[in-house]
């Protein structure tokens, strides 16, 4: 089970996993834009509700400081 973030690099990342799409038994998307483009490639996509354990999540980062820390969701200033 893999869990799919929505954005450029979950896309990036979408289209490197349809190489791998006959080993993955699902995926997890945080967005409908996600799960269309997982869908599109061959990848299962599974709703969350139906997922015990996500052993894996890939999303991007959406902001990185000056300290090159990784934000996810912004940050308050």
Partial sequence: MIGVGTGSTADLFI???????DSIAATVASSERSAVRLRERGI???DLNDVEKMPVYVDGAD?????????????ER
Wanted: charged share 20%; hydrophobic share 55%; glycine share 14%.
């Fill in 44 to 46: 299962a996509v599974v």
């Fill in 63 to 75: 902001e990185i400081d000056a300290g090159l820390s990784m934000i996810k969701g912004g940050a």
């Fill in 15 to 21: 289209d490197a996993l349809a190489v791998y799409r």
